[in-house]
């Protein structure tokens, strides 16, 4: 379990989070790019996959080229490409832009994959439940279903003013990375992994070993985006993340439909 900063403003070029050395097993950093900028990428040994953030970039494999761009991170879906290690990827800066990079080692050769906004899949979690506290949108760009090919996952979290996400408290044998990014800078919320709480700011991230269960908050007044990325593990060892979770049994009584929950007397 560890968890870091990155500061408000983050500099130009790569800016690393975790690394595959980690008992999260993947390198994910955030890539800051200048208008006109061109980057060439490779990794012999690991898959990768690319997600825009902000701005616009044209991104090329092979003889294929997509543009990817975004203006809201937090209303918009997002473009994706994921590749297989030995691919090389050329990334164009059309605008000033920031690109997610998420990587793992991977011995399976695959063909490269392409999500448009409209690949990604968008769930309403929460809905109806506990007076909309935990009410918040997630979206799956890809797992195990779509993916299986893959070892990891790659996801977003959008967190309403003031509620929480990652409930009721759960966890799994994977590791999780969590990224967060807030609609104003000067946004905060609060992480809980284990028995330890964190303060949550722009920028900053969370690496949640497997068996730590992991809810997360939001301030009033402050959206809240978060990229969770799940890094899937041999079956001895829990084997890849089928949207399977373990509910903290103190608070399963939360899911039942007829829970009385306090309410103030007006």
């Known amino acids: 379990m560890k968890f870091g900063r990155l500061g408000t ?30 980057i060439e990428l490779e990794d012999p040994f690991q898959e990768s996959a690319f997600v825009i953030l902000t701005g616009e970039v044209e991104i090329r494999w092979d003889d294929k080229k997509e543009i990817m761009r975004r203006e809201s991170l937090i209303d918009e879906n997002p473009f994706c490409l994921q590749v297989p290690r030995a691919k090389k990827v ?31 899949q968008c769930d309403i979690f929460g809905q109806g439940m506990w ?6 949108t997630v979206r799956t760009i890809f797992d195990y279903g779509n993916a299986p ?62 068996g730590l269960m992991h809810p997360q908050v939001t301030a009033p007044g402050y959206a809240m985006w978060y990229s969770w990325m799940i890094r899937h593990l041999p079956e001895e060892q829990g084997g890849p993340w089928k949207k399977t979770r373990t509910d ?19």
């Open 9 to 38: 403003e983050l500099k130009h070029g790569y800016n690393a989070m975790t690394t595959r050395e980690s008992d999260m097993l993947m390198d994910i950093g955030y890539q800051v790019m200048d208008a006109n900028e061109i």
């Open 90 to 120: 050329w990334i164009k800066a059309k605008v000033a832009s920031e690109v997610l990079i998420q990587k793992t080692m991977n011995d399976r050769d695959f063909a490269p994959v392409f999500y448009r906004p409209e690949d990604v």
């Open 131 to 136: 007076n909309a506290t935990a009410e918040r």
């Open 149 to 210: 090919f893959s070892n990891q996952v790659n996801g977003e979290v959008i967190n309403s003013p003031g509620r929480w996400s990652g409930y009721i408290p759960h966890n799994h044998p994977q590791p999780e990375v969590y990224t967060y990014k807030f609609d104003k800078p000067q946004g905060f919320g609060a992480a809980f992994i284990g028995d330890n709480a964190f303060k949550i700011t722009h920028n900053s991230w969370s690496e949640i070993s497997g």
């Open 248 to 266: 903290l049994p103190e608070h399963t009584w939360l899911l039942d439909p007829d829970a009385k929950i306090w309410q103030p007397k007006r």
